[in-house]
């Protein structure tokens, strides 16, 4: 409960840069500025610079949540990896957000740690922030995250698995057909037992 002669509260953000800021440090167009953060590709790379210098100097972050809104969609993909610290994720991982940041977009991270509630948790979760789009791991989900999945309105992609019979978008291989090549080359460089 505040007292009659508490100093009064700062707004959270209060004294922050602006946008507004930010155009006329650069001497660009506030619709400049958004464009360097949301559709960077559409920007000249001189007002690149100019926009990223005032950007620094300012220390300016720019409000995800109040862009989301706006545009009714985030900038932000999320990936639910069965183990974030395992080495055979982690190119995947930095090749999705080497990708994903080019292009104005941020990659958020979740665990499942090979566990379906985890993964459910986490699909949940990501499905209410509205990301851009959602990469999931593999082909086995429960049926609720099966659920959610078929009826998310961003695209789904699932990676590391290939089943031409599934809807969502993928990015894989057909785990049987790897096994005979890599028998089929082995077989071929005279190799036995």
Known sequence: MSQANDPPR?????????LADVA???????ISVSRYFNQPEQVSPPLRERIEAAV?????VP??????????RGRIVGMVIPNISGPI????????S???????YQL???????SEEQEESAVRAFLGWSPAALVVTS?????????????????VVEIWDYRPERAPLQVGFLHHQVGVQACRYLLDKGYRR
Not at 56 to 60: F, I, K, R, T
Not at 63 to 72: D, H, I, K, R
């Open 63 to 72: 409000n995800l949540v109040a862009g989301g809104l706006a545009s009714a």
């Open 108 to 114: 958020l991270l979740a665990s499942s740690y090979f």
């Open 10 to 18: 700062k707004r959270r953000g209060a004294g922050r840069a602006t």
């Open 89 to 96: 994720f982690a190119q995947t991982i930095q090749a999705f």
């Open 98 to 104: 080497d990708t994903l940041s080019r292009h104005g």
């Open 139 to 155: 082909h086995f989900h429960s049926p609720a995250t099966e659920k959610m999945l078929a009826e998310a309105d961003v695209p």
């Open 24 to 30: 006329r440090a650069a001497e660009v167009s506030a």
């Open 56 to 60: 620094q100097a300012l220390g300016y």
